[in-house]
């Protein structure tokens, strides 16, 4: 390295999620380093060196454009990316297990090896190795263990670096986030490292806002932070259960324990049950850990946030169900919205996905929109062996459409399940007057104006609070909800 610069290159192993928007912040903001993105998908590849990116996050598209081809590669060259690098990002898959011991609870760290061999294999000279993926508690110290035993000669520094960023927000949590969080060894070596890091931070984010800590306490933080706040959004969706029995509104309980100060108003919103990559993996890697240092009682605890999810969106499907008479069979169902937020075009652990199993298994027929989503992408979700013993039925039941007032017409019900701003601006009117009467509309993010959609003659449904007086008999109740 130049004694002027701590870091002249910076390579990522990965061009997802987090690598891609995460590298593409870092070389906008620090154009004397050559930041390079790497990956064995050629289609992801070239779709980083096309007009359209392989991910839809706000702002991102602006900052591609400008560094892309100056200070900014994605490239399939993976070997000659780590060797070149004076500090690499491990920014891989972590996807939980569906197989052998820890199924369905911890995490899959196979890319995460994959990438610290091929590391080991090509590097001869000094690196600085940063895991930026979500990780079990202890997962440096296993890439530690690979590169020195692959590269005894080659000294190497690994660092804690968790990401935490939100879907749709990620370009504004990259440019004023909360914090940012490093851990290293508690060495000269480890030490140096952190502050090698710190320096490409220190570009555009304040020193205070950088927070350093051993390797250990940097991974199990970033396990807790999701958990907790996955946490509060179990919670307030148990209150709404409630609230929907005795008559309280959801939304007025939340406003008034978000006003004290010791709670704060965020993630209080309830809804259909939180999705995306990281809030259920994260918290099943806790139970799993916990499980694993023979805490049972704490993952129970943890896991119970998993299991409020889940009940959550069973609930509201069957609500659907029960409102139409206990029979969605062959009628047809508008869906609108299958990213599991908005603002993205993700929809890993969507709350739509596991809806649309639910009306599926009661052979309902869904006509499916959302603005960003690949229709490709949702057929491949519900095509999933976890969704569909029958793949076949996806081809038989869904309809994907690109025009959101033909996915309603003819429709019994329609059901909000993203929370796209453009879903306020419909006509609500027109797409009433080409329904099945009585139209349903069932709003599970508390998203809509309901006593409007009440006067157009929409019979609503909301989570959380009560706004139609029509009460079905013979569905199961929430008691009885499996």
Not at 42 to 60: F, H, M, Q, T, V
Not at 306 to 317: E, G, K, S
Not at 439 to 448: I, N, V
Request: aromatic residues 8%.
């Amino acid at each position: 390295m130049e004694n002027s610069l701590p870091l002249r290159k910076i390579c990522c192993i990965g061009a997802g999620y987090v690598g891609g928007p995460t590298c593409s912040v870092v070389a906008w903001k620090c154009p004397d380093i050559k930041v390079t993105v790497v990956d064995i998908s050629k289609e992801r590849i070239d779709a980083w060196n096309s007009d359209r990116l392989p991910i839809y996050e706000p702002g991102l598209e602006e900052i591609v454009k400008e560094c892309r081809g100056k200070n900014l590669f994605f490239t399939l060259d993976v070997t000659t990316g780590i060797r070149e690098a004076d500090l690499i990002f491990i920014s891989v898959n972590t996807p939980t297990k569906n197989f052998g011991v820890g199924k369905g609870r911890a995490a899959d760290l196979k890319y995460i090896e994959a990438a610290a061999r091929k590391i080991a294999e090509t590097t001869t000279e000094p690196k600085i190795v940063v895991e930026k993926s979500t990780v079990p508690v202890r997962a440096a110290e296993s890439i530690s263990r690979i590169l020195q035993a692959t590269a005894p000669n080659v000294p190497f520094q690994v660092l804690s670096n968790p990401e935490f960023l939100a879907e749709g927000t990620a370009i504004k949590d990259l440019l004023q986030p909360d914090r940012v969080l490093i851990g290293g060894k508690q060495s000269n070596g480890g030490r140096k490292a952190v502050e090698a890091l710190m320096w490409v931070y220190e570009h555009w984010i304040p020193q205070e806002k950088i927070i350093t800590t051993n390797t250990w306490s940097s991974e199990l933080s970033k396990l807790a932070a999701n958990a907790f706040l996955a946490q509060r959004i179990s919670s307030i969706n148990a209150i709404s259960a409630i609230c929907e029995k005795t008559g309280a509104n959801v939304e007025e309980v939340s406003h008034a324990i978000g006003r004290d100060s010791r709670i704060g108003s965020r993630f209080l919103q309830s809804s259909v049950g939180f999705g995306g990559s990281c809030f259920q993996k994260d918290v099943l890697n806790l139970v799993y850990l916990c499980e694993a240092l023979n805490l049972p009682e704490v993952g129970e605890y943890w896991h119970q946030v998993i299991a409020m999810n889940d009940f959550q969106r069973r609930r509201f499907a069957y609500r659907i169900v029960g409102k139409l008479f206990n029979t969605v069979t062959d009628k047809k169902i508008a869906i609108f919205g299958f990213a599991f937020k908005k603002d993205t075009g993700d929809t890993r652990e969507s709350s739509s996905i596991y809806v649309s199993k639910h009306l599926l298994d009661e052979r309902a027929h869904l006509a499916i929109y959302d603005p960003k989503v690949d229709p490709k992408q949702i057929e491949h979700d519900l095509k999933d062996p976890s969704i569909s013993e029958d793949p076949a039925r996806v081809d038989r039941l869904v309809t994907i459409y690109s025009d959101p007032y033909e996915a309603a017409k003819g429709s019994h019900a329609l059901v909000i399940l993203t929370e796209w701003d453009e879903f306020k601006d419909y006509d609500y009117k027109r797409i009433y007057a080409h329904m099945v009467k009585p139209a349903f509309l069932f709003d599970g993010r508390l998203l809509l104006d309901h006593k409007q959609l009440m006067k157009i003659g929409f019979e609503v449904d909301v989570i959380g609070k009560r706004v139609v007086p029509y009460q079905p008999q013979g569905w199961p109740q929430d008691s009885e909800i499996p």
